[in-house]
């Protein structure tokens, strides 16, 4: 036999079809993937068909998965979108994070839970899923708006919170009172050490690696996993748990240029592997672990669901925000967290709780996360309904609304030759100038200009989001390939004005028709000028001599390497016209 | 494995092959070698039996790539006379090297295996030694590329006649299992993925678990058809559509998901390497023999027979001198099926790493080879050949040397015309031949960068030269002959325009300074409101309209 056995014969390829199957079912219904995911492990575990059991590559992948997630969300940890309301938003996820935590508690003590379980059961009831809310908000535009963005901080804040609560499960804590306490400390102590070490590498080890290898983005990424890996390695050493060293590793990642590009490089993998985790959830639970307290896991999500929402709306409202925006960003977080499940099977393998919880657990999720995407989709209706009655919340010291989007500015895709000399006539006209290159090389130069610099590629999702496309007024594309500008012109308003690049005429033509207001072909612009030159050469000899030496002359002083002294007219010596886009 | 060791495991295949790769991109090396190195380092302390799964779905996600990326390319000259290259090259060496494997006292299958590493060059590793630009690649690095294209469609084939008749029993139940496969992705492709991408309303992770399902569905009716998995990646990855619009995101997600595979199939590919015996070393001692010598030289013959000239069947031979990646699969095929000599197996391994690196060496030098072979004496200039292709009026004096009849060099030829001033084109693309044949009064078909092209041109009495093309080598290459005229060249950036300007260029035009000069006017203009964007609008279209007289374009194939 050649080689083979890995469709038929693994498991994990059972779960790859199923999920994809019901995640087309999931979309049509309008539904997130993860429901579809989870059910994916309950439909082909032991609750239904029971032709799937969690075998070694299963419990790999699904590892893989929540360390690449966890990678993930430490890259995510940058703060300067949320710069602005920051102080707000921490008052809020801290708020949020003990009040909620005590109602889990209070409902589950009431439910009778008793012991461990009912501890486990409030650390890993936490509201709010990044994957759900995140998603919704992006579709339906609302990513960028005040409660959007407030929903987004307070997701990023809890997830420090989760990173410790999963640091201490993954510990199982167990035993007297005085040993917990000294296991709590070791593993604070331990994460802390591990934090210094990855602030140290972030100021001294990781800028001249990562720029060294920016050029070559496949080697960036492997260079990205290999330190996840790393970290997760040194984690596991020190009998942390995985998630903890793929969070600190990502976090040291998150404030250099190259986090977002990098991230987006992950995600794919991430998701791949996230799809086999969520279905080995499902893959736990036997029918009678899902149904144990199936009554208790619906009074819980309904209580908690409402409890939740009215606990943000104090939070946000304490916050000075106006009722709508109080009760919009609440709305949103009416669902359980993906992390209950993760803390839920944790707990589970450390052997704090029965499999039984943790399908209460499950069975809230998939509860509240089915029903919250309904809540999420039709905000904006359910607040024109409770709007007669949030007129009390109105106060005169309300803040503006009116938060950071950018608007009105110009966006520069490619910094090369031509951009650069475009740059400037743009930031006589523009207060706000976004530029996004593929290479780091021009950070300096550019942060010295004032403009705001992104490092990636635009025909990234995540990227076009954070340059504000949609309200840009200007747009100039170089970017490679033509299907980047097309995209580019598809983001933009309609109003902006959009140059773009083509390579040849046939783009151009298409660019054109899409609606661009002027393509740009260099070597048509280069070649007239050319011919005019070369014209000059043959007809009038000298005259065009002088001009071209003194053409020649500045190239020549433009282009003397970094370091000797400049001429020209003070524009930048280096140029990086291959790399454009 | 437990977890912990598969922790360790893929700790240290990613954190060895990063701190090679840093090694390589320093020195614009290949990955893949790196990859196997990295492989044999790490297999000092890694098992890597049981890294074999996650090394099979690398397999899986090349192979599915490769399907992807394939564009049908419609039957240019350079694509017809690439298929006859290669197939005919496949068949010297093949047979060579197949009766050379036999003296090694290989049985016939073991013997086939050897020729076909001997045979395929590795593309993965060719096409990262070519010019970027795709519209910048000369003559030999677009006939390299579409032989290498072919080479893989050959392993293919081979891979699946392979587990037809050596592997399976059924001989052609599994013959007609593939083919129907491969029939399969296309009908897919035709008329079921638009719906697939319908329905999932452009979600990209919907779209990438999609991909992935195909994966997972044609390689498991591979397994059933007892067919090799590598035909059922193949088929998956006919079966995903590449056109706009569900290119960009949903073909670079999965291409992210084969960035991780990938590395894993090679680096373990690497750590099945033991401690080479000298019968190892011999055997992959003749494979780099084979590889490094008779491929190129087999080639460089097939193509003069084809009528290229000799830089040209040189440096194309130059190009396809590696040990595929197809070879290392069908390899390891052979290896876990347990007909393949595990001495055989080591010495494929270690001859892919030699000639992965050995090529980006003599891709590099293949040019000075050429002129020392032609200075020497060994290999004909030419001349005499170019010469009877060529027109060139007796009496050319004080001419214009014209570099390529690319856009740029109509337009140099048109200002030439317009003054009524003599000229002489030097084209060395096959496919521009009957143009330039109609439009130009002289024309010289040879390499610009030999010396002989240039003699033919007479171009030690023109006025001026300008060559046009936008690459630094070649620009330093013309102004090297030093023929003591006047010389215009083109640069991509201000640094190499003023490098060229040293070595004795008159006039350096850099596409990027002239046209950001013209386009900064342009939306100063527009900013200050001095043109509206209609004017705007149709000035862009005024010139379009003026860049289409100068005819269809030469860069069709842009990816």
Not at chain 1, 16 to 30: D, E, K, N, P
Not at chain 1, 275 to 300: C, D, H, N, R
Request: charged letters at 20%; a negative charge.
């Amino acid at each position: 036999m050649p080689l083979g056995g890995i469709a038929l014969a693994a498991d994990f390829a059972f779960i790859v079809v199923t999920a994809t199957v019901l995640s087309y079912v999931a979309r049509r219904t309008g539904q997130p993937t993860i429901v579809a995911y989870i059910l994916t492990g309950i439909v082909l575990g032991p609750v239904l068909l029971g032709i799937v059991t969690e075998d070694a590559l299963i419990d790999v992948m699904a590892e893989l998965g929540l360390g690449f997630l966890l990678f993930l969300l430490g890259i995510e940890m940058r703060f300067d979108r949320i710069r602005d309301i920051l102080r707000s938003i921490v008052n809020i996820s801290v708020g949020q994070t003990v009040l909620q935590t005590a109602a889990a508690f209070a409902i589950a003590f009431l439910l009778g839970f008793r012991g461990m379980d009912v501890i486990v059961i409030a650390l890993a009831t936490v509201f709010g899923a990044t994957p759900i809310i995140v998603k919704l908000l992006d579709e339906k535009d609302e990513l960028k708006t005040l409660p959007g963005r407030i929903d987004v901080g307070v997701l990023i804040v809890q997830d420090i919170y989760l990173v410790i609560v999963l640091a201490l499960v993954g510990a199982g804590l167990e035993g007297a009172a005085g040993e917990i306490l000294l296991d709590v400390a070791r593993i604070l102590g331990l994460m802390a050490a591990m934090g210094v070490a990855a602030y140290v590498a972030y100021r001294h080890v990781l800028p001249p690696l990562l720029e060294a290898v920016a050029g070559d983005r496949n080697v960036l990424f492997v260079v990205g996993v290999a330190w996840a890996f790393l970290f997760i390695f040194a984690a596991e050493s020190l009998e942390l748990s995985v998630e903890v060293g793929a969070f600190i590793a990502g976090l040291s990642l998150a404030q250099l240029p190259y986090s977002t590009e990098l991230k987006e490089r992950m995600r794919p993998v991430t998701d791949f592997f996230l799809v086999v985790f969520f279905s080995s959830i499902g893959l736990q639970l036997e029918a009678e672990y899902l149904t144990a307290y199936w009554v208790e896991a619906l009074v819980a999500s309904a209580v908690l669901m409402l409890g939740n929402f009215l606990i943000m709306f104090y939070l946000i409202h304490r916050e000075r925000f106006a009722p709508e925006t109080s009760f919009l960003g609440s709305i949103n977080m009416v669902q359980v967290s993906e992390f209950s499940l993760v803390v839920g099977a944790l707990a589970v393998t450390e052997g704090l709780v029965e499999e039984p919880i943790l399908g209460y657990l499950s069975l809230m999720a998939l509860v509240t996360m089915t029903l919250s995407t309904y809540v999420v989709l039709y905000n904006e209706r359910l607040y024109e309904r409770a709007r007669p009655y949030l007129d009390r919340f109105e106060r005169d010291d309300q803040r503006e609304a009116a938060l950071s989007v950018t608007e009105g500015h110009a966006i520069l895709v490619g910094y090369d030759r031509i951009v650069r000399e475009t740059l400037p006539v743009v930031q006589d006209h523009f207060a706000e100038v976004v530029v996004v290159d593929r290479s780091a090389e021009n950070v300096g130069e550019l942060e010295d200009a004032g403009v705001d610099f992104h490092y990636g590629d635009v025909r990234h999702g995540e990227i076009r989001e954070q340059i504000d496309l949609e309200t840009a007024d200007f747009v100039l594309s170089m970017a490679r390939p033509a299907s980047v500008n097309r995209r580019l012109v598809e983001g933009a308003a309609d109003d902006a004005v959009v140059i773009a690049a083509a390579e040849h005429v046939d783009e151009a033509r298409s660019l054109y028709e899409q609606g661009v207001d002027y393509v740009v072909i260099k070597e048509v612009l280069a070649g007239e000028l050319l011919g005019e030159y070369i014209d000059g050469f043959l007809t009038d000899r000298d005259d065009t001599v002088e001009l071209a030496s003194e053409l020649m002359g500045r190239l020549r002083d433009e282009g003397t390497p970094p370091g000797a002294p400049r001429g020209g007219g003070g524009t930048g010596a280096r140029s990086s016209g291959g790399d454009a886009g | 494995m437990s977890e912990y060791e598969f922790v360790v495991a893929l700790t240290l295949i990613f954190a060895v092959a990063a701190v090679l790769l840093v090694v390589a991109t320093r020195y614009s090396l290949p990955a893949v070698p790196f990859y196997l190195v990295a492989g044999v380092l790490v297999g000092v302390v890694v098992d890597e039996g049981q890294l074999l799964d996650l090394a099979q779905w690398g397999i899986v996600f090349l192979v599915f790539a490769f399907a992807v990326e394939l564009e049908p390319l419609y039957g240019s000259g350079i694509q017809r006379d690439s298929t006859v290259v290669a197939v005919v090259q496949a068949a010297i060496t093949g047979a060579v090297m197949f009766v050379v494997g036999l003296l090694l006292g290989f049985d016939p299958l073991n013997a086939l295996y050897f020729t076909i590493a001997a045979t395929l060059g590795s593309s993965l590793v060719a096409l990262s030694l070519l010019e970027r630009r795709v519209r910048l690649r000369s003559l030999h690095e677009r006939l390299a590329e579409s032989i290498h294209f072919v080479e893989d469609l050959l392993a293919i084939g081979a891979i699946l006649l392979l587990s037809a008749f050596v592997y399976a029993d059924g001989h052609l139940i599994a013959l007609l299992g593939g083919v129907l496969l491969v029939g399969g992705g296309l009908v897919i492709r035709h008329y079921l993925f638009d719906r697939f991408t319908a329905v999932a309303g452009g979600d990209v992770e919907i779209m990438m678990l999609t991909g992935i399902s195909l994966i997972i569905g044609f390689v498991a009716i591979a397994e059933l058809a007892g067919v090799s998995v590598v035909v059922g990646a193949f088929a998956a990855g006919l079966a995903v559509a590449s056109e706009y619009p569900h290119d960009v995101e949903t073909l670079d997600a999965i291409g992210y998901v084969e960035d991780f595979f990938a590395p894993v199939f090679f680096v373990t590919l690497g750590a099945l390497l033991t401690v080479p015996s000298l019968a190892v070393l011999g055997i992959g001692a003749v494979l780099v023999v084979a590889v490094l010598v008779v491929n190129p030289v087999v080639t460089f013959a097939v193509l003069r027979w084809r009528d290229y000239d000799s830089r040209t069947a040189t440096l194309t031979g130059y190009n396809l001198d590696q040990v595929s990646e197809f070879s290392l699969i069908i390899a390891i095929e052979a290896l876990v099926a347990g007909l393949l000599v595990p001495a055989l197996f080591e010495a494929i391994v270690l001859a892919a790493i030699v000639t992965m690196l050995g090529s980006a060496f003599t891709s590099r030098y293949a040019g000075d080879l050429h002129r020392r072979l032609v200075d020497t004496g060994i290999l004909d200039a030419d001349t005499e050949a170019i010469r009877a292709k060529s027109r060139v009026a007796d009496d050319l004096r004080d001419h214009v040397v014209v570099t390529g009849y690319d856009r740029e060099g109509q337009q140099v030829v048109e200002a030439c015309e317009a003054i009524d001033h003599p000229y002489v084109v030097i084209e060395s693309d096959p496919s521009r031949e009957e143009t330039v044949r109609e439009h130009c009064e002289n024309y010289v078909f040879g390499d610009v960068m030999t010396e002989s092209a240039w003699e033919v041109a007479n171009a030690a009495d023109a006025a001026l030269i300008v060559a046009t093309v936008q690459r630094q080598a070649w620009a330093e290459q013309i102004l090297s002959f030093d023929v003591g005229v006047d010389t215009i060249v083109r640069a991509s950036d201000v640094e190499s325009g003023a490098a060229l300007l040293e070595q004795g260029a008159f006039f350096v035009a850099v596409p990027d300074v002239l046209a950001a000069e013209r386009l900064r006017d342009l939306v100063a203009g527009l900013l200050a409101g001095d043109l509206t964007r209609e004017d705007v609008r149709d000035r862009g279209r005024d010139r379009l309209e003026r860049a289409v007289e100068y005819g269809p374009s030469d860069v069709q194939r842009i990816r």
